[in-house]
T-cell receptor, first 111, second 115 residues
């Protein structure tokens, strides 16, 4: 059972455009929602994270929007750059400290 | 700090052979995780340790898989006997558990190919 559903599986955006990745969850016990970025041949690395008591968090060009009632959250990459081309994973943490990942979104930013 | 160190980076073996993957977590971290990544199933948590003690191994596929953490600076994931369907990238990650902000630091992974 996939507890965190992520979409789209891939997306292509022009340099300077906005990349948007969406995630949905069902387990209301999740209380911490990080996003990880993975480059080819590397392990995932934490990019940004949010707790459900906050509706939005911004760090540089990366913004998480969180809708607790809809059990959805999204990552927005503003002014996308070729260096942002990577696979992005949303995740959710339960009180038991198990981090469950979404299926991943491969982002390609064209120059 | 050198980060989480995994070895080997690549492993090619034949079906039926024993495979041992190794991990050195970041010094001072108290939690260690083993993940498996495939195209079909994404990132799956296999097992995690807290203070060297296995906490949850519900993700371990079957008895052919075993993991140990004899001390705070070393862990192994063993597959015996290996099968072609075990081919995947295996990641080790560590974290310093501080009350719910679980920031995982991943190693570069071991690419396992079972022929």
């Amino acid at each position: 059972q996939q507890q965190v559903k992520q979409s789209p599986q891939s997306l292509i955006v022009q340099k300077g455009g906005i990349s948007i990745i969406n995630c949905a969850y069902e387990n209301t016990a999740f209380d911490y929602f990080p996003w990880y970025q993975q480059f080819p041949g590397k392990g995932p690395a934490l990019l940004i994270a949010i707790r459900p008591d906050v509706s939005e968090k911004k760090e540089g060009r990366f913004t998480i929007s969180f809708n607790k009632s809809a059990k959805q959250f999204s990552l927005h990459i503003m002014d996308s750059q070729p260096g942002d081309s990577a696979t992005y994973f949303c995740a959710a943490l339960t009180a038991g400290n198990k981090l469950t990942f979404g299926g991943g979104t491969r982002v390609l930013v064209k120059p | 700090d050198a980060g989480v160190i995994q070895s080997p980076r690549h492993e090619v073996t034949e079906m039926g052979q024993e495979v041992t993957l190794r991990c050195k977590p970041i010094s001072g971290h108290n939690s260690l995780f083993w993940y498996r990544q495939t195209m079909m199933r994404g990132l799956e948590l296999l097992i995690y340790f807290n203070n060297n003690v296995p906490i949850d191994d519900s993700g371990m596929p079957e008895d052919r898989f075993s993991a140990k953490m004899p001390n705070a600076s070393f862990s192994t994931l063993k597959i015996q006997p290996s099968e072609p369907r075990d081919s995947a990238v295996y990641f080790c990650a560590s974290s310093l558990r501080t009350g719910g902000n679980e920031k995982l630091f991943f190693g570069s992974g071991t690419q396992l190919s079972v022929l």
